[in-house]
Nanobody, 119 residues
Framework: QVQLVESGGGLVQAGGSLRLSCAAS????????MGWYRQAPGKQREFVAD???????NYSDSVKGRFTISGDNAKNTVYLQMNSLKPEDTAVYYC?????????????WGKGTLVTVSS
């Protein structure tokens, strides 16, 4: 069974930085993509960033230029470097991994790590 473990969340002042990590344990044959989503209180979960197996990255407009996603396929690990944090970045951040299969990809979610940005 695959398990995703996030780390790096915490409390930071506006303008500060945090680096999130997500390591996948268990048997994963091949990754299609790894990414991050977030959910603020009272709001829907939203896309933040992802990176494909080939290294192509994608970011939401709200974080582009401030966040950087990277991954290590060999270690089944994804990172999110968050700079110039704003109070509106406050949310629970969830790691997401898509495992390639013959049919639809298998999606795995982490339990989330809380990021709180104070003004």
């Amino acid at each position: 069974q695959v398990q995703l473990v996030e780390s790096g969340g915490g409390l930071v002042q506006a303008g500060g930085s945090l680096r999130l990590s997500c390591a996948a344990s268990g048997s994963i044959f091949s990754l299609t993509a790894m990414g991050w989503y977030r959910q603020a209180p009272g709001k829907q979960r939203e896309f933040v960033a992802d990176i494909t197996r080939g290294g192509v990255t994608n970011y939401s407009d709200s974080v582009k230029g401030r966040f950087t996603i990277s991954g290590d396929n060999a270690k089944n690990t994804v990172y999110l470097q968050m700079n110039s944090l704003k109070p509106e970045d406050t949310a629970v951040y969830y790691c997401r991994i898509a495992e390639r299969r013959v049919g639809p990809d298998k999606i795995y979610w982490g339990k989330g790590t809380l990021v709180t940005v104070s003004s």
